[in-house]
T-cell receptor, first 112, second 112 residues
Framework: AQKITQTQPGMFVQEKEAVTLDCTYD???????LFWYKQPSSGEMIFLIY??????QNATEGRYSLNFQKARKSANLVISASQLGDSAMYFC?????????FGTGTSLTVIP | SAVISQKPSRDICQRGTSLTIQCQVD?????MFWYRQQPGQSLTLIAT?????????ESGFVIDKFPISRPNLTFSTLTVSNMSPEDSSIYLC?????????FGPGTRLTVL
C-alpha cells in the first residue's frame, strides 16, 4: 500500500534561518514522484519542488531543496533563509501508478 | 505550466441547497481532478473528471452528492448537493502536467 507521512504537525523557525520539514513515504513501485506544496492561509496550493525516483541529484528550486534519501524513503524539504512569507502549511505528496497521495501537512511559522 | 481558475472563490450557503463550482484551465488537459480539504485536514480526492464520460469517484463519494461535468478538455464543474455543515471545506480543482500537479485557487465553502 502507498503511504506518505509527515510527522511534524507544527514547526517554528527564526527568520533568516534554515528549516527542514520531514516527509517519509512507502511504496513498492520503483517509479514514483515526490512533490512539495505550500498552502498559505488563502487556501491555494502552490507547487514548490519535484523529485523523481530515478533522479540522481537532489532537486533544488531557489531557496527550496529536497533532501532525497531513497534507501530511507525520505524526502525532506529544506527551506533556506526563511522569510515571514514562508509561514504556511506545507504538504508532501507522492505520485505513483497515476495516483496522488498527500501527507497530513506541517504548519510552519516564521518568527521575526 | 497550466493556470487554473475557479469560481466562486468562496460562498456561504444554507443547508439543503446546492452549489456548483466551476473550474477553467488555460490549456487542454487530459486529467482533471476535484479535491476536498476539510478544516485543518489534508487533501482528499473526490473524483477524476473524465471528458465525455461519467466521473470516476473515490470511495466515500457518490455522484448524487457530488455530480461532476466535464464538457471539454479545459472546463469542469463540481456540484455539492443538498449541503450540510459537514460539507464546509475548501474544494480544489486540479490538473496534471508532466512532473507537476496544478491546483486552482480553491473554493472556500461554508454551510450554515
Amino acid at each position: 500500500a502507498q503511504k506518505i507521512t509527515q510527522t511534524q504537525p507544527g514547526m517554528f523557525v527564526q527568520e533568516k534561518e534554515a528549516v527542514t520539514l520531514d516527509c517519509t513515504y512507502d511504496t513498492s513501485d520503483p517509479s514514483y514522484g515526490l512533490f512539495w506544496y505550500k498552502q498559505p492561509s488563502s487556501g491555494e496550493m502552490i507547487f514548490l519542488i519535484y523529485q523523481g525516483s530515478y533522479d540522481q541529484q537532489n532537486a533544488t528550486e531557489g531557496r527550496y531543496s529536497l533532501n532525497f534519501q531513497k534507501a530511507r524513503k525520505s524526502a525532506n524539504l529544506v527551506i533556506s533563509a526563511s522569510q515571514l512569507g514562508d509561514s504556511a502549511m506545507y504538504f508532501c505528496a507522492m505520485r505513483v501508478l497515476g495516483e496522488f497521495y498527500f501527507g497530513t501537512g506541517t504548519s510552519l511559522t516564521v518568527i521575526p | 505550466s497550466a493556470v487554473i481558475s475557479q469560481k466562486p472563490s468562496r460562498d456561504i450557503c444554507q443547508r439543503g441547497t446546492s452549489l456548483t463550482i466551476q473550474c477553467q484551465v488555460d490549456s487542454q488537459v487530459t486529467m482533471m481532478f476535484w479535491y476536498r480539504q476539510q478544516p485543518g485536514q489534508s487533501l482528499t480526492l473526490i473524483a477524476t473528471a473524465n471528458q465525455g464520460s461519467e466521473a470516476t469517484y473515490e470511495s466515500g463519494f457518490v455522484i448524487d452528492k457530488f455530480p461532476i461535468s466535464r464538457p471539454n478538455l479545459t472546463f469542469s464543474t463540481l456540484t455539492v448537493s443538498n449541503m450540510s455543515p459537514e460539507d464546509s471545506s475548501i474544494y480544489l480543482c486540479s490538473s496534471l502536467g508532466n512532473n507537476e500537479q496544478f491546483f486552482g485557487p480553491g473554493t472556500r465553502l461554508t454551510v450554515l
